[in-house]
């Protein structure tokens, strides 16, 4: 099982970035999928998540209207559309995978967007 994240970077406050998540080694569309994100000195917290068909999303309210998360079933793929980017946003991001008929959960291992000016 594998995830892999890509995208993230440096970028100006009010710059945009969009992360990608790449999955093998399991059956991408039967698991929800997410991308957490953790902040130096803080915890985890849940950025977005996706259901496994991609109909039902649902956002921290820091990020509402700013962060789309999106799904390519065929590419076992997951996005994440950062727009309007602030210094808060600054952390590692990871991917997860929740399985929808198991206790099963994978994780990536992180990808640093640092937004700064």
């Known amino acids: 099982v594998q995830l892999v994240e890509s995208g993230g970077g440096l970028v100006q406050p009010g710059g945009s970035l969009r992360l990608s998540c790449a999955a093998s080694?399991?059956?991408?569309?039967?698991?929800?999928m997410s991308w957490y994100r953790q902040a130096p000195g803080k915890e985890r917290e849940l950025v977005a998540a996706i259901s496994s068909g991609g109909g039902s999303t649902n956002y921290a309210d820091s990020v509402k209207g700013r962060f789309t998360i999106s799904r390519d079933n065929a590419k076992n793929t997951v996005y994440l559309q950062m727009n309007s980017l602030k210094s808060e946003d600054t952390a590692v991001y990871y991917c997860?995978?929740?399985?929808?008929?198991?206790?099963?959960?994978?994780w990536g291992q992180g990808t640093q967007v640092t937004v700064s000016s």
């Open positions: 997860n995978a929740a399985a929808l008929y198991s206790s099963d959960t994978y």
């Open positions: 080694g399991f059956t991408f569309s039967w698991y929800r």
